[in-house]
């Protein structure tokens, strides 16, 4: 029990401090417990002076509807029209989750029964939270699998280490690990880890986390799930072909598992072997042959699912204790009603909190993405703080009866859109029968397996991204390999921080250009992107695309150096640079062949439009380059700096260094100066050449060639070239 603390207030602070305790102990302060309730104190005293108190009940009542969505929609729902339709859904996807509950349970280690009360009772309450309309909540393969390795890593008593066989690899690879993990065990163990998930979640929502899936991009989120599902179909490789004295397929042993199941690939049992094959290849029938026939005249789905349960009840209960008996595991007999509720073992919650975070956060991205890209499509909104807290509040009130954390299933929530369900009343209409007794290995691992195909398919259609950018590709296999070969804890560490360094990588190596003027206009191009584009003489247009910051600051300075042909540094002020034709990034200046425009380079114009922001150095590297070309009698001129950058400029000492008179709205507007500089500086034949600024009026039309149709019009030419030598 919590002592209650008396609080009184220090006289020369307004702290509240802890004076004593009810059974008279007064924390000394020195003691951890004393830093704890003076804590807690704080907190607490903070927590008087939120603006809170100060709320009105109509400030209340909106808060509520915000926490409780259904005190906002059920008051609204439309009976008449939309009921139809979600009891249809709910009986569907009831006969679809029935046999997924029970498999998922399965595969989190636990007595079946508790995954058909995953399926029951976490989609009820998130009904009550949840913003979500179509999404179904409930149990989730890859979240089944990580709490399974939780169960399996500390719901084991004892651990035996035993060799099976004496040649090298099976001596090395092929041993088993004797893990006694009681079903009372394995229950604590997945209520504790679930109850920790939903206390995580329920506090990313408090702090309106949702932000947070914005770090994890589209491509990590499928290689994340991809390395999952092969850790997923791996978990089921014993069960569907029936091989024994393999390692235990925890992220640990992924390798070790491999090499152990093919030197046993021998040992097969040919018939778990059929009913694995068979199993799978009547629910891919019913899935792409079956369900598309009968989609031309119903919305129902053939319960094939439903079908080969049913089907393994009836083979056990006919050949049992016959001679047409096959050595096939089964469950046997599931248990019957619900478990009382009970609170979760806290005695090992001080090494299950880290393993709850990541499940959580994988839990959640796997769902708004769901929830986002149906919303999307169905035209409503989906709050994602909201659904942090529903998921949150689903796992911790779920757990108390048994259940084990889940997610949203891309499956059952495509069945749901399919079906045109309007809410989530349809959750009322799924409660499935709880006394049944199924054949276990074969068909549930089939089942488990078939129900990741989309998975599958997503980890091959991934392979081919590199056709489309080599980047996100890398993203998506870097997450894949560090899943699989790793775990899914790491692998989204290594997957995120793969990912922020790729950001810094590109904005380290930015692109720049040197640009030109469109003739007749006062549009500025990239005189590698536009053939029409045209140099001023002694004008050099120079833009940097990236944010300068810490990490490239050194890199613009020596991208200007490259793109002007000058170091100011080397102090060669009367250098002169023939006419150029820049490539997009600047690393290479080519001389025109074609003829020899000697002039003398006066001016240098940073285009500032594609700088987003620019930090302490970034302004000192713009600073920096304005004061090595002053040295030389060449003056930088700034333009189109973003609001954000000029207000750094005027919060340091950036003007001491740069006259404000160097800047300017637009290029247009800097070339303008320059050339008018130019003229006051050589006033006599020896000046650049320099042609008036052309009024800006409608642009005739312009001939633009990309960089593709450059090359290959390169590529043509060569061709040609090398046909003529021939």
């Known amino acids: ?33 004393y830093a704890v309730c003076i804590w807690i104190c704080v907190v607490l005293e903070k927590a008087l002076k939120l603006q809170v108190l100060k709320w009105r009940i109509s400030d209340w009542a909106h808060f509520w509807m915000g926490r409780v969505p259904i005190t906002k929609w059920l008051p609204v729902y439309n009976w008449k029209e939309d009921l139809r339709a979600d009891i249809i859904g709910g009986m569907m996807l009831s006969i679809m989750s029935l046999p997924q509950a029970l498999a998922y349970g399965y595969l989190v280690g636990v007595p079946p029964i508790y995954g058909l009360i995953t399926t029951i009772f976490g989609p009820i309450i998130y009904t009550i939270f949840g913003t979500s309309k179509h999404t179904s909540p409930g149990c989730f393969a890859i979240v089944a699998l990580m709490v399974g390795s939780v169960v399996e890593e500390f719901g084991a008593d004892k651990e035996t280490q035993t060799a099976s066989n004496i040649t090298d690899v099976t001596s090395i690879c092929c041993k088993t690990t004797a893990s006694t993990v009681s079903p009372e065990k394995a229950v604590d163990v997945a209520t504790s880890v679930t109850l920790l998930i939903g206390l995580w979640q329920i506090f990313f929502g408090l702090l309106n986390a949702g932000i947070l899936a914005v770090w994890l991009s589209d491509h990590l989120v499928q290689g994340l799930t991809s390395g999952a599902a092969v850790h997923v179909l791996t978990s089921q490789l014993k069960s569907m072909t029936g091989i024994d004295g393999v390692p235990p397929t925890t992220f640990r042993s992924f390798q070790n598992f491999y090499l152990c199941f093919f ?6 049992k040919i018939p778990s072997a059929v009913i694995s094959v068979t199993a799978i290849f009547l629910l891919l029938l019913s899935n792409y042959f079956i369900d598309p026939i009968l989609k031309n005249w119903t919305n129902v789905k053939f319960p094939m699912e439903f079908v080969l349960i049913t089907s393994s009840i009836m083979m056990v209960s006919l050949v049992n204790g016959t001679h047409l008996h096959i050595d096939v595991p089964i469950v046997g007999q599931v248990e019957s009603g619900f478990p009382p509720p009970r609170m979760p073992s806290l005695a090992r919650i001080d090494e299950l909190v880290w393993h709850a975070i990541t499940i959580a956060i994988i839990s959640f991205v796997i769902h708004i ?6 919303s999307r499509k169905l035209n409503y909104e989906v709050d994602a703080n909201q659904e942090w807290f529903a998921l949150g509040a689903m796992n911790s009130i779920a757990c108390l009866f048994g259940c084990f954390a889940g997610g949203s299933s891309l499956g059952r929530t495509m069945m749901q859109v399919k079906f045109g369900t309007k809410s989530q009343v349809r959750i ?80 380290q190596w930015a692109d720049s250009t040197c640009m030109g003027r469109i003739p007749g206009t006062s549009d500025f191009k990239g005189l590698g992107h536009y053939r029409s584009a045209e140099e001023i003489p002694g004008i050099k247009v120079f833009r940097f695309e990236a944010p300068l910051y810490f990490a490239n600051a050194e890199l613009f300075i020596l ?161 040609c070239m090398c046909l003529f030598c021939i």
């Open 1 to 33: 029990l919590v002592p209650i603390c008396r609080l009184q207030r220090n006289r020369r602070s307004s702290l509240l401090r802890p004076i004593g305790l009810i059974n008279g102990y007064v924390p000394t302060a020195g003691s951890k417990y």
């Open 263 to 268: 030197k046993r690939l021998h040992t097969i």
């Open 369 to 374: 993405a769901l929830a986002k890209l149906i």
């Open 428 to 507: 009322l209409s799924c409660l499935e029968p709880l006394d049944l007794g199924i054949i276990k290995c074969a068909v549930l691992a089939s089942i488990i397996v078939v129900a990741m195909k989309d998975l599958f398919i997503q980890l091959f259609r991934g392979l081919f991204l590199c056709r489309e950018s080599i980047v996100d590709f890398m993203i998506f296999l870097v997450t894949l390999v560090a899943v699989v070969l790793i775990n899914v804890n790491n692998g989204l560490i290594i997957g995120i921080s793969f990912a922020l360094l790729s950001v810094v990588f590109r904005t």
């Open 559 to 719: 991208s200007v150096y490259n793109a002007c042909g000058l170091n100011p540094v080397l102090g060669n002020k009367l250098r002169l640079v023939g006419r150029r034709v820049a490539d997009a990034s600047c690393d290479s200046v080519k001389e025109d062949q074609a003829e020899h425009v000697i002039t003398q380079l006066t001016h240098i114009i940073i285009d500032c439009s594609t700088i987003p922001y620019v930090d302490l150095m970034g302004k000192d590297a713009l600073a920096q380059t304005y004061s090595d070309y002053s040295t030389i009698d060449i003056t930088v001129l700034m333009a189109n700096c973003k609001a954000a950058v000029r207000q750094l400029f005027e919060t340091t000492d950036f003007y001491q260094k740069v006259p404000k008179n160097r800047m300017f709205v637009n290029v247009n507007d800097a070339v303008i100066q320059a050339l008018k500089e130019q003229r006051t500086r050589f006033p006599d034949d020896t000046a650049p050449q320099t042609q008036k600024p052309p009024i800006a009026h409608s642009p005739p039309q312009r001939t633009i060639i990309s960089l593709k149709e450059e090359r290959e019009e390169k590529t043509t030419q060569s061709a």
